[in-house]
């Protein structure tokens, strides 16, 4: 069992930027694969970005690369997403997900879920 907790969401102006946290407990992080996804109003929730600690591989939504990275402390037990060059698409509320399994693209892959950290971006 792993407990997500994620944090550093907030309001930002468009251009701006936001570093969320995800803080995890239970099993080996670096056995986990994590990913972060968003939900806006009346959307579904999308794939943002993922990483596996081990082969070190790492994984953006077409709508982010360039501007969104993933990065996991393991020592910490902590992923983050820094998010540059934010624009008033990006609002939702994001949530990061755990999986022991392949690296994915699709929430249903994914096992352990935080509650949720609202990123609004103005215009």
């Known amino acids: 069992q792993v407990q997500l907790v994620e944090s550093g969401g907030g309001l930002v102006q468009a251009g701006g930027s936001l570093r969320l946290s995800c803080a995890a407990s239970g099993r080996t992080f670096s056995d986990y694969a994590m990913g972060w996804f968003r939900q806006a109003p009346g959307k579904k929730r999308e794939f943002v970005a993922a990483n596996r600690w081990s082969g070190g591989r790492t994984d953006y939504a077409d709508s982010v690369k360039g501007r969104f990275t993933i990065s996991r402390d393991n020592a910490k037990n902590t992923v983050y997403l820094q998010m540059n060059s934010l624009k008033p698409e990006d609002t939702a509320v994001y949530y990061c997900?755990?999986?022991?399994?392949?690296?994915?693209?699709?929430?249903?892959?994914?096992?352990?879920w935080g509650q949720g950290t609202q990123v609004t971006v103005s215009s």
């Open positions: 997900a755990a999986t022991l399994g392949r690296l994915g693209q699709e929430p249903n892959k994914y096992d352990y």
